[in-house]
């Protein structure tokens, strides 16, 4: 909204609003916007979510030493990503331009984050951890991924390269169709996984900024021709305009960190991870990175991998490889403070994005 106001009205009469013509001032600007909205609107709605009693529900049936560990979380308000939908929808709306890309993450990030509001919701209302069942999760993210792939494949005329990292050339020069099952698969696995990578204080939301970032720069050089064809990777005009969605990202992560760092005074819930992670998916999916997404995602990748080893190796053995799943809680169980087992993944999910960029000059 603001590039159409500045660049097609102001920039005629005042030299000086040519400036938002460049993405990379349209990019901080949509960062510092979400990162305000973050920090100036979440103590009233932190208040307003105590007011209405929409605390963190801990499963005691599950894991008595550990509920024992999380008894401080129990009704903390949850819910908090209506803050970054909220955040990152009204950033990117005023700084970016409405091309097919950024509409297409804007509306995934959306969409689960409604589905999210609507489990959040059902917890809250029936007062138990469970919430909408998995089954119903997936077939609505599925669809969601469905109509993305769709979208993209009537409407944006263009192949669909697959790219592995350390080779320069797609090893598959156009999926076709199959986009539908690799946008599905990567959509919906990305946004699960940081839903169960929301497990500790800060953690979910720390990963997924890092991850943003890397995505970040991965959408720029996707959208310079230039850089594009230096590094080898796919062109897309459309990505760079991807940019400003994930600064957006950026900005309302690093706010809402804010006040869900250790110990926490808000929880995301699954209005926040569900949405995050399909804005990662998505934006891998566009960029055509999404072999890539695990190692920059390596830490989604770990949790949800500790998650189906788990429940695969009691179904079968009737015996726990982790002390418990995700892999986050395994390392709590074995005394690590929750504050140090965060700090790790950080820095773990930093070397894993920086790893993931590197390969751009590796292939």
């Known amino acids: 909204m603001f590039y159409y106001v500045f660049f097609g009205w102001l920039s005629e009469s005042v030299p000086a609003f040519h400036v938002f013509k460049y993405i990379s001032v349209r990019s901080a600007m949509a960062a510092v916007t979400a990162l305000v909205i973050s920090l100036i609107l979440a103590p009233s709605l932190i208040r307003w979510l105590y007011m209405m009693k929409i605390g963190q529900e801990i499963r005691r049936d599950e894991c008595p030493p550990l509920h024992l560990l999380h008894k401080n979380k129990q009704g903390v308000p949850t819910m908090g990503g209506i803050l970054i939908l909220l955040a990152v929808t009204v950033s990117t709306l005023l700084w970016a331009q409405f091309s097919l890309y950024t509409m297409l993450a804007l509306g995934v990030f959306v969409s689960l984050g409604l589905l999210g509001f609507a489990d959040d919701y059902t917890k809250v209302k ?33 192949s669909f390269p697959f790219y592995v990292p350390f080779f320069k050339n797609p090893v598959i020069e156009n999926l076709g169709y199959y986009y539908i099952i690799l946008a599905m698969l990567v959509i919906v696995g990305t946004s699960n996984a940081v839903n169960l990578t929301d497990g500790l204080d800060g953690l979910a939301i720390g990963t997924v900024t890092i991850a943003a970032l890397a995505y970040l720069v991965l959408a720029y050089c996707a959208g310079n021709v230039k850089i ?93 490889v982790f002390r418990m799943a995700p892999i986050h809680h395994h ?7 929750e504050t140090r087992v965060t700090m790790r993944f950080f820095i773990l999910a930093l070397i894993f994005a920086i790893l993931g960029l590197a390969t751009l000059k590796l292939q």
């Open 126 to 158: 029936q007062k138990n951890a469970a919430g909408i069942s998995g089954k119903t999760k997936l077939v609505v993210q599925s669809l969601v991924a469905l109509a993305a792939a769709l979208v993209l494949i009537f409407y944006g005329k263009e």
């Open 228 to 320: 594009a064809e230096y590094l080898y990777i796919y062109y897309a005009r459309d990505a760079a305009e991807l940019t400003v969605f994930l600064s957006a990202m950026v900005g309302a992560g690093l706010g809402f960190l804010w006040y869900n760092a250790h110990p926490a005074m808000v929880f995301m819930g699954d209005t926040g991870s569900l949405a995050l992670g399909g804005a990662i998916g998505i934006t891998a999916l566009l960029v055509r990175k999404e072999v890539l997404l695990l190692i920059i995602g390596f830490i989604f990748v770990m949790e949800a991998c500790s998650d189906i080893i788990q429940v695969a190796s009691f179904k079968l053995t009737q015996k726990r």
């Open 331 to 337: 390392f709590e169980m074995q005394g690590w403070p």
